[in-house]
């Protein structure tokens, strides 16, 4: 038993049902024709950058509001914050630069019990920022994460999206038109230069914010972007960097994470804010 894949309205259901039932989000709405993400890829995000943080602290992933997590991108539908605040009880500061977006999530947060006491989502009024406006330097956060847009444009999404339908095992007929049964605005889908450029410009930004974060990350969907992601930290100079794969069913995805603290730095971060 199963659903059809493609059909919107499908993948929504399940994703509401699955929301409450892991996660006791009872009340879960998007606007029409916004991002309506993969649940369990998400978790999976964020269990691997739990795991990362565990390295950095005995092994041990630190839990509660005490750990802070900025998500660049939170989108309509605060799916990372609502996972990462129900399975480790961290705190988030979601950022977007859709005010729509925001209403939304806040919509979402208002509307769930216990949400408002570790979500808060903030408006990126600058789009061409990541970090500015959002994380102060003087209210440092442990980790950031970001599921950047994958396309170069419109066009490209479209026909990614149609070739994935196509595949899709309930798709009895050829599809010709391109539905993206997932949804999604143009923010969310694609950016001028694609996924390389949007994570190499973060790469860039997060440099202003070296003492201000533990670990950033990201998502790199795309193995062709890869080997220009890792140069480019090199050549920034960050001090560590990691590659987590991650994999669904027949998805392959990795998530990129780095930091610009020394050995002693991450010592003394988690002396201070991890144990």
């Avoid at 929504?12 to 879960?28: F, S």
């Avoid at 943080?53 to 660049?72: F, M, Q």
């Avoid at 070739?163 to 539905?179: C, E, F, Q």
Wanted: hydrophobic share 35%; aromatic share 10%.
């Amino acid at each position: 038993k199963s659903i059809d894949f493609a059909h919107p309205e499908g993948v929504k259901a399940l994703n509401k049902a699955l929301l409450n039932y892991h996660y006791g989000i009872k009340i879960w709405e998007i606007p029409q024709n916004y991002l309506c993400p993969p649940i369990p890829g998400r978790a999976d995000y964020i269990h691997h950058i739990a795991d990362l943080l565990a390295e950095s602290n005995g092994g041990e992933i630190p839990k509660g509001n005490k750990i802070t997590c900025v998500d660049v991108g939170v989108g309509a539908n605060c799916i990372y914050p609502m996972i990462g605040y129900k399975e480790y009880g961290w705190k988030f500061i979601g950022s977007d630069i859709d005010p729509i977006a925001i209403k939304s999530a806040n919509n979402i947060i208002g509307q769930n019990t216990g949400l408002e006491e570790g979500i808060e989502v903030r408006l990126q009024e600058n789009p061409r920022d990541f970090f500015y406006g959002i994380i102060q330097k003087e209210a440092p956060v442990d980790l950031s994460i970001c599921n950047p847009p994958f396309h170069a444009s419109l066009e490209e999404a479209q026909k990614a999206n149609l070739r994935k339908l196509n595949n899709l095992a309930y798709s009895k007929d050829k599809i010709k038109k391109p539905t993206l049964n997932f949804g999604g605005q143009s923010n969310e889908l694609w950016y001028n230069g694609g996924e390389r450029k949007f994570v190499l410009e973060m790469i860039r930004e997060s440099k202003k914010f070296a003492n201000s974060c533990f670990w950033f990350s990201t998502l790199v969907s795309k193995q062709s972007n890869l080997i220009a992601v890792q140069k480019f930290l090199e050549d920034i100079g960050v001090r560590a960097s990691k590659i987590l794969p991650m994999g669904q069913g027949n998805k392959s995805s990795r998530v990129v994470a780095w930091t610009f603290l020394s050995s002693e730095e991450q010592t003394e971060w988690r002396n201070k804010r991890l144990k």
